[in-house]
C-alpha cells in the first residue's frame, strides 16, 4: 500500500529555516495534486500549501513569501522549503497526495514536528 513518511522537522529560532520532505514508498504513478497541512495546539488544521502535477502552486496567506512548496514527479517527492520561520509556524506538518486519477482516494502521512522558538 502507498505510504507517505514526512521528515525534515526539527526545532529551530524564530528566522531560521528548514526543509520538510515528503517521500511516497510503495506507489508506481505519479500523483495529482499535493500539498502540507499543519495544525498547532488548539488551532483547526489548515492547508499550508498545494502544488499540481503541472506545477501550479496556492499557499496560506500566512506563509505567503516566505515557504516554497516543490516536488518532484519522478519520484513522487514533496518539498516545503520554510524560510524566516515565525513562532507561530509551530505545528505538526502532514503531507497529503491526491491519487483520485488512479486509486479513487487521496493519503496522509503521519506528521512531522515544527518547533519554532523566541
Known amino acids: 500500500q502507498v505510504q507517505l513518511v514526512e521528515s525534515g522537522g526539527g526545532l529551530v529560532q524564530a528566522g531560521g529555516s528548514l526543509r520538510l520532505s515528503c517521500a511516497a514508498s510503495?506507489?508506481?504513478?505519479?500523483?495529482?495534486?499535493m500539498g502540507w497541512y499543519r495544525q498547532a495546539p488548539g488551532k483547526q488544521r489548515e492547508l499550508v500549501a498545494r502544488?499540481?502535477?503541472?506545477?501550479?502552486?496556492n499557499y496560506a496567506d500566512s506563509v505567503k513569501g516566505r515557504f516554497t512548496i516543490s516536488r518532484d514527479n519522478a519520484n513522487n517527492t514533496l518539498y516545503l522549503q520554510m524560510n524566516s520561520l515565525k513562532p507561530e509556524d509551530t505545528a505538526v506538518y502532514v503531507c497529503?497526495?491526491?491519487?483520485?486519477?488512479?486509486?479513487?482516494?487521496?493519503?496522509w502521512g503521519q506528521g512531522t514536528q515544527v518547533t519554532v522558538s523566541s
Open positions: 502544488i499540481s502535477n503541472a506545477g501550479r502552486t
Open positions: 510503495g506507489s508506481t504513478f505519479s500523483f495529482n495534486a
Open positions: 497529503n497526495a491526491d491519487a483520485y486519477s488512479y486509486t479513487g482516494t487521496v493519503y
